[in-house]
């Protein structure tokens, strides 16, 4: 009920293109949904959070887009340049927590 | 002084042999969690410190242990290492007891255990 499940592991687009990646979660009480990106030999870095009350939030190229009731989010990534290269990780937590839940992330590749 | 340092950036340790971990956090954080990352997985909570006491802690066994100063800086101790404990070691600091917004990760220690 802990584990947050993302897809796919990996993840190739052509550069201009849609980059998509899905988390899907169990525990209902879960109330904030973050997405890290983590470059090679650094650590992840926060790049956009969403609560349960909103349905999608955007930030610049990137949209978290939120399903309350299938319990899944996804992050989109418009406009996919060479340098969002990374490693993304979707996570979630509760309320009271000390905790971020960190899903098996997915390595997004950007071919120009 | 900005950001999270961590050091060693690299360790090589032999299985049964205790090893330290650093962290120096930002300044005014004062709660630090530490998490292990394995090769291809996502990170993975091993505890939180809040004003220098536990404030939470994952499913990992009492050998991982760690301290927090008064001065943002902590470490993480492992005890009898195993090989499984390979993996890169992520400290994250945060303003507050709820201590998972804004965290400002840290780029890890590497550890191999052989």
């Known amino acids: 009920q802990q584990q947050v499940k993302q897809s796919p592991q990996s993840l190739i687009v052509q550069k201009g293109g849609i980059s998509i990646i899905n988390c899907a979660y169990e525990n209902t009480a879960f109330d904030y949904f973050p997405w890290y990106q983590q470059f090679p030999g650094k650590g992840p870095a926060l790049l956009i959070a969403?609560?349960?009350?909103?349905s999608e939030k955007k930030e610049g190229r990137f949209t978290i887009s939120f399903n309350k009731s299938a319990k899944q989010f996804s992050l989109h990534i418009m406009d996919s340049q060479p340098g969002d290269s990374a490693t993304y990780f979707c996570?979630?937590?509760?309320?009271?927590?000390?905790?971020?839940?960190f899903g098996q992330g997915t390595r997004l590749t950007i071919n120009p | 002084e900005t950001g999270v340092t961590q050091s060693p950036t690299h360790l090589i340790k032999t299985r049964g042999q205790q090893v330290t971990l650093r962290c120096s956090s930002q300044?005014?954080?004062?709660?630090v969690s530490w998490y292990q990352q394995a090769l291809g997985q996502g990170p993975q909570f091993i505890f939180q410190?809040?004003?220098?006491?536990?404030?939470g802690r994952g499913n990992f066994p009492p050998r991982f242990s760690g301290l927090q100063f008064p001065n943002y800086s902590s470490e993480l101790n492992v005890n009898a290492l195993e090989l499984d404990d390979s993996a890169l070691y992520l400290c994250?600091?945060?303003?507050?007891?709820?201590?998972?917004?804004?965290?400002?990760f840290g780029s890890g220690t590497r550890l191999t255990v052989v």
């Open positions: 969403i609560r349960p009350d909103v």
């Open positions: 994250a600091s945060t303003v507050g007891q709820r201590g998972y917004y804004g965290y400002t």
């Open positions: 410190y809040y004003r220098e006491e536990e404030n």
């Open positions: 996570a979630a937590s509760t309320q009271g927590a000390q905790k971020l839940v």
């Open positions: 300044s005014g954080h004062n709660t």
